[in-house]
Every structure is written in C-alpha cells, then in structure tokens.
C-alpha cells in the first residue's frame, strides 16, 4: 500500500500545481444519451456527501453540501482538501461541491453495509479458493490521472467516456477515477499478480432509479506466467479464458446458488477476447459482469513481458438491488436507521422491507435548448438543487420547429425515500431548478 500511498501524494501536490497553468480548450460535449454508444464497463467492464437528509429542503439541501466540502476527508492516508477538487474559476473543472462531498465515504467499508457485506462475501469466494493468492485494496485515492483511468487501459483517444459530459474533471490532465481499472498499471509495475480493486468510482449520469454519479466497483485481476499453461495443451489465451470461465462461473454460485449461466461474446478495448457473463435469476437474464484476457500491450507496458492475464469488473450497486430487492440506488447512501437497521455483517441476500411509501411529485419543464446542451449537463443542475430528493429526470416531449429551433419537455420527480415533501420546498426546488437551468445552460425557458 505504500507505494500507492506515496503515489497519490505527489498526485495531489501535482494536482495542486497544475492549478497556476493556461487553462486547456474546452472538452466537446458528447451527443444526447438516446444515441450514446454502450459506455465502457471492466471495472470499465462495469455496466451512483454524505447524503443531505431528506428531512432538508432545498436551500439546507445546498447548505448542508456547503458544509460537507468545507472539511478535508482522508482516503487511504492522503489528505483531500476541497481546493484540491473543486474549483469554480477553472474551466477545465466540472466537479461540483455534491461530488465533492461523497469523497471519503467509502460505503463500501462498512460492514454493515449492503456494499459492504457483498464486498466481503466476494472476499469470502476468493480467499476459500484461492487462499493467500490476492491481495486486496479498496482504500485507493479517487484522484487519478487521464493517463491512469484512459490511456493505461487502452480507452481510445476519441471515446465518449473521455468527454467533459460523462467524466468529472479536476482540470485538464487530472480526474476522479471513472473505473477501478484507472489503478491496474500501478499495482502490475508495483508487481502484483493477483489482485482484486474495490472503490468508489464517478460519472455524469441520467437521473433515475439505477443510476447516480457516485457508484462503486470491484475488479479482479490475474497474471499468468508460461509454466502455468505449458503442459495444458493450450496456449496461453486459451489457459488464462478457460480459468476466468471456471472462476467467475464459481463466484456466480457463490453469490446465487445453483443458477443457469450463459456467456455472451463483446467487446472492450482493453481485453481480447471479452465476455459477459449472464444468469438466469427471477424469471430473467441478468448481466452479472463483464470480462476478458487482457490486450497484450497493457502487460507489456507495465513489465510483464510473456505473461497472459484476465480481468473482471463488476458494478457493487448492480448485484446488490438484486440481492437484496433495494429498489432505489438513492437508498445506499440513506441514513435513517429503518434502512441501516435491516442489515448485518455476513448476512447476503436479506430481503429490504420498504418502511414508507410516498407519493412522487412531478414538475415539467419546457425549454429551447442550443448546440451545447446535454442532458448530463442538466441533471447535474438538478442534482445540485434537489440533492436526493430527486427522483428522475425523464425527456417526455421534443420537437423542431419550422426555424430550426429544438424544443425540449422533461418531468422532473421528486420523491423523499423517507417523508412527505411539502408542497412549499417542491414549488422552491422547481423554482431555483429552472432559474439555474436559464443561467447555467444558456437555454430559453418556455
């Protein structure tokens, strides 16, 4: 861990250096989400502050957000000041105070935890068949650069997950990690073999109940070397796809029992050849995980020569609504004690038993958009006024006029997961949304 440590403090004090640099051209703005190829998913195979109480309305939502970035958090022995990460005056920055805020939470660490206790039961498959093999990290700072969470993984120079629109920038070299493949190079130079990566990841994203900017991930990674395959009658290819295969296949009883499984090929630009894996669980096929044998080029960049690897990636929040029926992804990051209380250490698969059900309210907003507009860009306006309190963000009308002018119709739902809104704090989130849509995004209200 050292290394890594070491690693991230000279990040963050180049982070900080970088700071008095000419900023860089702006970050072209990726098209709307209906025509969005399929986004990179290994821990890129991987398919969302302390959260504002509910209790909050929508002006204590953007106090308590406030407050929350003023303090440093500490990640895995490095100090994360806001400055470090937010920074209105650089237009090459595009992280907000709410982003902020979520760093150091780890949910993932808590034991009690729904992330936490599926984490550890993967830990659990891995240790009992692999004893003593994979070393295990899951304190890594988010703070990465472009080179680790795009080049070192092979993402091409002109992929949209590269955009200003689907990643959080710090400034023009420096991002919070949207993959936990971002740390792969440093733990291959740094000689490890066997590893498996859990952490917090962020993304501009929808609004809805699957999605959020915040999420986390885990990836397993091994390395082979020319004496395991030789003898097998495989190549090394071949040897290192079959033991994925038997692995994965493995861990998917372990967390499903005795399910039918299927393997789907696919692409990612970092592994050949890539699977999914896929099972049958409630009458449906569900995607548990993405995979692949690693792209040559990535183990010989980082010194491994002659050797063949796999890696999986797996998204925490996915698996977890599934097992334990979470309907929400909102209600990870809940603190009311009727969400924390139905969990315990060890226990997977504990069924959530919603405690209140309240009615939505929904608000519609018309507006012209322009050539830059995304709906990224929005739902991060809506975010940064209703906090959790929103629901979804949903384009229900569109259309052209006869001057060549686009119209855009999205509803807006809010709900608390844990209370009624009043109508006063619904009517003054509407209010600021749309206030700093107008100023923000540049579009004319209808």
């Not at 195979?45 to 953007?62: E, I, K, M, T, Y």
């Not at 699977?275 to 669980?281: G, P, R, S, T």
């Not at 309210?361 to 995304?374: H, L, P, R, V």
Request: hydrophobic share 40%; with cysteine; aromatic share 10%.
């Amino acid at each position: 861990m050292r290394p890594l440590i070491r690693s991230a403090c000279r990040l963050r004090a180049r982070v900080r250096a970088m700071a008095t640099l000419p900023a860089a051209a702006a970050f072209s703005p990726s098209s709307s989400a209906a025509a969005r190829p399929p986004r990179l998913t290994l821990a890129l195979f991987f398919l969302p502050s302390a959260p504002a109480p509910a209790a909050l309305g929508a002006r204590a939502l953007r106090t308590s957000a406030s407050a929350a970035a003023a303090a440093a958090v500490d990640v895995g022995g490095v100090k994360i000041a806001r400055e470090d990460v937010v920074r209105e005056e650089d237009p090459t920055n595009n992280v907000p105070d709410t982003i902020y805020s979520k760093i150091g939470l780890q949910l993932h660490r808590r034991d009690n935890h729904p992330l936490g206790i599926l984490k550890n039961t993967i830990y659990d498959y891995f240790d009992k068949n692999f004893s003593g093999q994979f070393n295990k990290f899951d304190d890594l700072c988010p703070l990465v650069s472009v080179k680790q969470n795009f080049d070192d993984v092979l993402v091409p120079a002109d992929h949209i997950s590269r955009s200003y629109n689907d990643t959080y920038y710090v400034d023009a070299q420096t991002v919070l990690r949207c993959h936990t493949s971002a740390h792969q190079a440093e733990l291959l130079r740094d000689g490890h073999t066997h590893f498996l990566v859990t952490g917090d990841v962020y993304r501009r994203d929808s609004i809805d109940s699957t999605h959020y900017p915040v999420f986390h991930q885990m990836e397993g990674f091994r390395v082979f070397s020319p004496d395991d395959w030789s003898g097998s009658g495989m190549d090394g290819t071949a040897y290192a796809a079959a033991d994925l295969k038997k692995t994965l296949e493995g861990l998917a009883r372990h967390l499903f029992g005795a399910v039918e499984m299927r393997w789907v090929d696919t692409y990612f630009p970092f592994t050949n050849p890539s699977f999914e894996l896929e099972i049958y669980f409630q009458d449906d096929w569900l995607e548990v995980l993405g995979c692949g044998v690693t792209e040559q080029e990535i183990l010989k960049s980082n010194g491994r020569t002659d050797h063949v690897a796999w890696a999986f990636g797996l998204g925490l929040e996915r698996l977890a609504m599934v097992l334990f029926d979470i309907p929400d992804i909102r209600l990870f990051w809940s603190n009311d004690q009727r969400f924390t209380s139905q969990f315990s250490e060890g226990k997977l698969g504990v069924k959530f038993k919603p405690f209140s059900k309240f009615p939505p309210c929904y608000k519609d907003m018309s507006f012209w958009i322009n050539e830059e507009f995304t709906e990224n860009n929005l739902c991060e306006v809506v975010r940064g006024i209703a906090g959790d309190l929103v629901e979804e963000v949903k384009l229900i009308d569109n259309f052209t006029n006869k001057k060549g002018l686009t119209s855009h119709c999205y509803r807006i739902a809010y709900r608390s997961m844990e209370r009624s809104l009043t109508d006063e704090e619904i009517n003054d989130m509407q209010w600021n949304v749309r206030e700093e849509v107008k100023n923000k995004l540049k579009v004319e209200l209808r």
